[in-house]
């Protein structure tokens, strides 16, 4: 089993539209949980950390169920730019590696 | 800030050569540096973990002797590819962490291409 586990898609959804992507991940010993985005043929950037009491940045809410070791990420509001692959990123055992989610990739369209 | 640079952005060579990639922190001193590789429709893959001043240490299955790591200062670590093959080709990235924090920048990565 992979410690990190994305749906691939796509998620085709049309511009204005609300998304979620889901994320499950096998350690429970994991401490932190962001979610980042990768466009085509660049590297990552970090979109958000995720903590156990949910946060959102602007259009962007993230949630963190530790029971379920479940992790999301809802997009409302889609816009063009939005299109990317989402990564789901946890701190894996040791301090500081980090484990990558396959992706989920998400296509707006107008 | 927190800007982290690589380079060159891509590269193409001959199998068997050998191949360095720069990593450098441009604003911030970064203890550990990290490498990954990503495959296309893969995820990013960890391969070594890089402290200033001390040996890295690789994943399992990433072989020490083939992806030479050094790391010689707080902004600037080096991954050579040695012999490189054609199943060496893909994007090489590389993050550092500001020291105290825990948040990782990454670089632009690096295209390899071994003919």
């Known amino acids: 089993r992979k410690e990190v586990e994305q749906d691939p898609g796509p998620f085709n959804v049309p511009e204005g539209a609300t998304v979620a992507f889901n994320c499950t991940y096998s350690n429970s010993a994991s401490q932190s949980f962001f979610w980042y985005r990768q466009d085509c043929r660049k590297e990552p950037k970090l979109l958000m950390s995720?903590?156990?009491s949910g946060n959102e940045d602007g259009r962007f809410t993230a949630q963190l169920n530790r029971a379920s070791q479940y992790i999301s990420l809802l997009i409302r509001d889609s816009k063009l730019s939005d299109s990317a692959t989402y990564l789901c990123?946890?701190?894996?055992?040791?301090?500081?590696?980090?484990?990558f989610g396959t992706g989920t990739r998400l296509l707006v369209s107008p | 800030g927190a800007v982290v640079s690589q380079h060159p952005s891509w590269v193409i060579c001959k199998s068997g050569t050998s191949v360095k990639i720069e990593c450098r922190s441009l604003?911030?001193?970064?203890?550990?540096m990290f490498w990954y590789r990503q495959f296309p429709k893969q995820s990013l893959m960890l391969m070594a973990t890089?402290?200033?001043?001390?040996?890295?240490?690789?994943e399992q299955g990433v072989e020490k002797d083939k992806f030479l790591i050094n790391h010689a200062s707080l902004t600037l670590s080096t991954l050579t590819v040695t012999s490189a093959h054609p199943e060496d080709s893909s994007f090489y990235i590389c993050?550092?962490?500001?020291?105290?924090?825990?948040?990782?920048?990454f670089g632009p990565g690096t295209r390899l291409l071994v003919l």
């Open positions: 990123v946890v701190r894996g055992t040791g301090f500081q590696k980090l484990v």
């Open positions: 993050s550092a962490e500001m020291t105290g924090r825990e948040t990782q920048y």
């Open positions: 995720v903590y156990s």
């Open positions: 890089s402290n200033e001043g001390s040996k890295a240490t690789y």
């Open positions: 604003d911030f001193q970064a203890t550990t």
